[in-house]
């Protein structure tokens, strides 16, 4: 089960710091049942938001595995 997690990030010394995420801003989409449909969500939420910075959208695999 994929899920797309985006958000805008903290800005430190004029650039985006990909640990701290703006609570506000997070948002998850999903779930997708392929990587394939996630990323193409992910793709998609990047271009709508390409005039920002510091925002990003990634894809995030909720899969729970078996342990060995």
Do not use: C, Q, S
């Not at 004029?14 to 049942?33: E, L, M, S």
């Not at 271009?47 to 920002?52: F, G, R, Y």
């Amino acid at each position: 089960m994929w899920f797309v997690f985006e958000a805008e990030y903290e800005i430190e010394d004029r650039r985006a710091n990909w640990n701290k995420p703006v609570r506000d801003t997070i948002a998850w989409h999903g779930p997708f049942d392929t990587e394939k449909e996630a990323d193409e969500v992910a793709l998609a939420r990047m271009w709508a938001k390409i005039d920002l910075y510091a925002h990003k959208a990634r894809t995030v695999d909720m899969t729970a595995k078996p342990e060995a």
